[in-house]
């Protein structure tokens, strides 16, 4: 059954490779950016993985190619240098 829903335009700020790798693998899955996001965080909600075996091997991929490091468990130890010059 489709639910219908109110969807708000936001600015968030993500760390650029985060953001490629999302946008790439949005691409991958022929959805927007957002669906993508909402679909991350409705099953992160329910403590379900949201990814296929196949999936996970694409986004390791897409990591490699936009140089992106970062793990889980640099998600609360990240600074912000977007400012710098």
Request: aromatic share 4%; net charge negative.
């Amino acid at each position: 059954m489709t639910k219908s829903v109110e969807r708000v335009q936001t600015g968030v700020r993500l760390e650029k490779r985060l953001l490629k790798v999302l946008k790439g693998l949005a691409e991958h899955l022929d959805m927007s950016l957002g669906d993508l996001i909402e679909g991350l965080a409705l099953h992160a909600f329910e403590n379900k993985p949201p990814f296929s075996e196949e999936t996970l091997g694409k986004i390791a991929q897409l990591k490699s190619v936009y140089d992106l490091d970062l793990s889980a468990s640099d998600s609360h130890n990240l600074q912000d240098n977007s400012n710098e010059t």
